[in-house]
Nanobody, 122 residues
Framework: QVQLVESGGGLVQTGDSLRLSCTASGLTFSTYTMGWFRQAPGKEREFVAAILHSTYYPDSVKSRFTISRDNAKNTVYLQMNNLKPEDTAVYYC??????????????????WGQGTQVTVSS
């Protein structure tokens, strides 16, 4: 049974940093593309970052967020710097088997974590 467990969310102020973690079990972690998505109230789920051997970001976070992975720990990280109120959302970790195709689309991911809340106050 595949499980993805996120941690590291919280309440921070504008300009602060947070590091989210997602630990996976039940899969061969190194062969999976790992992604981070976020969903704010009333909005669609939005792609934030992905990593297999290379990393991918939308322009909205490219200069502020960094995704990384530690295959020995089955863990993917999202370092978020210079946080803004518009970054407030539930952040989800996701996994899909070994592909770069359509990595920005949530429907292409096979497994999801339960989400962790990030709130950025102004």
């Amino acid at each position: 049974q595949v499980q993805l467990v996120e941690s590291g969310g919280g309440l921070v102020q504008t300009g602060d940093s947070l590091r989210l973690s997602c630990t996976a079990s039940g899969l061969t972690f190194s062969t999976y593309t790992m992604g981070w998505f976020r969903q704010a109230p009333g909005k669609e789920r939005e792609f934030v970052a992905a990593i297999l051997h290379s990393t991918y970001y939308p322009d909205s976070v490219k200069s502020r967020f960094t995704i990384s992975r530690d295959n020995a720990k089955n863990t993917v990280y999202l370092q978020m710097n210079n946080l803004k109120p518009e970054d407030t959302a539930v952040y989800y970790c996701a996994a899909r088997y070994s592909s770069y195709s359509g990595i920005t689309l949530s429907r292409n991911y096979d497994y999801w974590g339960q989400g962790t809340q990030v709130t950025v106050s102004s």
